[in-house]
Nanobody, 123 residues
Framework: VQLQASGGGLVQAGDSLRLSCAAS????????MGWFRQAPGKERKFVAG????????QYADSVKGRFAISANHTKSTVYLQMNTLKPEDTAVYYC?????????????????WGQGTQVTVSS
C-alpha cells in the first residue's frame, strides 16, 4: 500500500484547506483510512477516519464540527476538508491506512503511512 498526501500550506486563522491522500496498492480498498497529525515535540494523534464506502467515520473531539473526512472509492482518494483553522491545528498531517476499522484511532504496527504534509496556521 502506498499513500501520497498533498494539499498542505500556510494559511491564516479562520481559513480553510483541503488535504488529499491518493492510495494505491494491492488490497487498499480493504483498509480503513485515517488522518493523523503531529506537532513539533508531540506525539502523533488521530484526527479523523473513514471506511471506503463512507459508512463509518469518526473524528477527534478537537476537530469535530470543523473538519470533514470523505472518501472517493473510484479515485482511491481520501480527503480532509479543514475549516475554521486555528493556530493549534498547525502540524504535519499524515494519511494512514489501517487493516482494521477497530484500530483506526491507534498508531499500530500494521498501519501504512504517507509522507506527511505540513499545515501551518498563523494567528
Amino acid at each position: 500500500v502506498q499513500l501520497q498526501a498533498s494539499g498542505g500550506g500556510l494559511v491564516q486563522a479562520g481559513d480553510s484547506l483541503r488535504l488529499s491522500c491518493a492510495a494505491s496498492g494491492r488490497g487498499v480498498s480493504s483498509y480503513a483510512m485515517g488522518w493523523f497529525r503531529q506537532a513539533p515535540g508531540k506525539e502523533r494523534k488521530f484526527v479523523a477516519g473513514i471506511t471506503w464506502d463512507s459508512a463509518l467515520s469518526q473524528y477527534a473531539d478537537s476537530v469535530k464540527g470543523r473538519f470533514a473526512i470523505s472518501a472517493n472509492h473510484t479515485k482511491s482518494t481520501v480527503y480532509l476538508q479543514m475549516n475554521t483553522l486555528k493556530p493549534e491545528d498547525t502540524a504535519v498531517y499524515y494519511c494512514a491506512a489501517d487493516p482494521s476499522w477497530r484500530t483506526i484511532k491507534i498508531v499500530s504496527r500494521g498501519d501504512y503511512w504517507g509522507q506527511g504534509t505540513q499545515v501551518t496556521v498563523s494567528s
